[in-house]
């Protein structure tokens, strides 16, 4: 059974870079998409992007310039960057497997969910 | 980007009773092998989200057959048969056609 973990800061700075890793255990992190998704407290669900094993990313264009993803696949982890942030990026981050299928790699949906984590922009 | 539009936001339910939430899109989820790329998760209190239904009416492994989802292109339905208090949650439908992938804003299910 496949299992991801989110780790890092629970607290941020303002102006100040958000830097969380999801370690993936129980299979390889070798297909499909990877992705981080987020959830102000009380609010809903943002998708922030994922990324596929081979690097190729893709960002949601709200969080496009501030935002970077990276895989190592020799770690079975993933990571994730926002940079300059405020208190709008209090929230809980979720990472997540995108299962895939198809020549382009079509996402069909979010099978496998980390716990989450909440971090706290404040000074 | 494709926005996600449920209704009611707020569902109160008596246990045995049925239930059903609205979802639609702004535009077509339909691709061009004829799937409509619409799920639904549930979020219980304190809990990730979980995947309920993919392609609109295929369960997720372990789902109960108390749970069905229909539509296609841009209105879809999440029903449940007889609630259960294990149901209380929020739901939220996704769509999965293009990027930005985007969620409805959840429907909060409680019991009654």
């Known amino acids: 059974q496949m299992q991801l973990q989110e780790s890092g800061p629970g607290l941020v700075k303002p102006s100040e870079t958000l830097s969380l890793t999801c370690t993936v255990s129980g299979d390889s992190i070798s297909d499909h998409y990877w992705a981080w998704i987020r959830q102000p407290p009380g609010k809903g669900l943002e998708w922030m992007g994922y990324?596929?094993?081979?690097?190729?990313?893709n960002y949601n264009p709200s969080l496009k310039s501030r935002v970077s993803m990276s895989i190592d696949t020799s770690k079975n982890q993933f990571s994730l960057k926002v940079r300059s942030v405020t208190a709008a990026d209090t929230a809980v981050y979720f990472c997540?497997?995108?299962?895939?299928?198809?020549?382009?790699?079509?996402?069909?949906?979010?099978?496998?969910w980390g716990l989450g984590t909440l971090v706290a922009v404040s000074s | 980007e494709i926005v996600m539009t449920q209704s009611p936001l707020s569902l109160p339910v008596t246990p045995g009773e049925a239930a059903s939430i609205s979802c639609r899109s702004s535009q077509s989820l339909v691709d061009s092998n004829g799937y409509n790329y619409l799920d639904w998760y549930l979020q219980k209190p304190g809990q990730s989200p979980q995947l309920l239904m993919y392609l609109v009416s295929n369960r997720a492994s372990g789902v109960p057959d108390r749970f069905s989802g229909s539509g296609s292109g841009t209105d879809f339905t999440l029903k449940i048969s007889r609630v259960e208090a294990e149901d209380v949650g929020v739901y939220y439908c996704m769509q999965g056609l293009e990027t930005p992938i985007t969620f409805g804003q959840g429907t909060r299910l409680e019991i009654k």
């Open positions: 990324l596929y094993y081979n690097g190729r990313t």
């Open positions: 997540a497997r995108g299962y895939c299928r198809g020549v382009g790699c079509q996402l069909y949906y979010f099978d496998y």
